[in-house]
């Protein structure tokens, strides 16, 4: 057996599994980053993009992802009152998972569908 062995510590690997699977967590996280990084800013915008999100549940969940520092929420002083949404720049570091997720996706579904 090769003495080249990477030493792990499971609990820090463990700890950032579950703080990545927090930041990903639920059914909605990631359709609403993927929303509004392809460039839909406005409620209503990200709310069209994803089928059978509901109003309620669109709101929780960017209410949320503003607590946690991966949009940023811009109210500009219009009439009606112009709420907008951004990705922080720490949300923009999790894109290249995202694709890699979505590639993954992709070509398990051939596999499963035999495509």
């Known amino acids: 057996m090769s003495e ?5 510590n499971q609990a820090d690997e463990l700890r950032a599994l ?22 839909n800013r406005r409620f ?14 669109l709101s929780k969940e960017l209410k949320e992802m503003e607590m946690n520092k991966l949009v940023k929420r811009t109210v500009y002083d219009a009439s009606p009152v112009l ?21 993954w996706g992709q070509d398990y579904r051939k596999i499963v569908t035999k495509k």
């Not at 080249?4 to 792990?8: A, G, L």
């Open 4 to 8: 080249h062995v990477m030493h792990r």
């Open 18 to 39: 579950q703080d990545t699977l927090y930041f990903i967590g639920g059914k909605w996280r990631l359709p609403i980053m993927n929303s509004i990084c392809a460039g």
């Open 44 to 57: 209503r915008e990200i709310e069209r993009s994803i089928p059978g999100i509901t109003t309620r549940m």
């Open 83 to 103: 709420v907008e949404y951004e990705p922080t720049e720490y949300c923009h570091t999790f894109s290249n998972i995202i694709m890699a997720m979505i590639q």
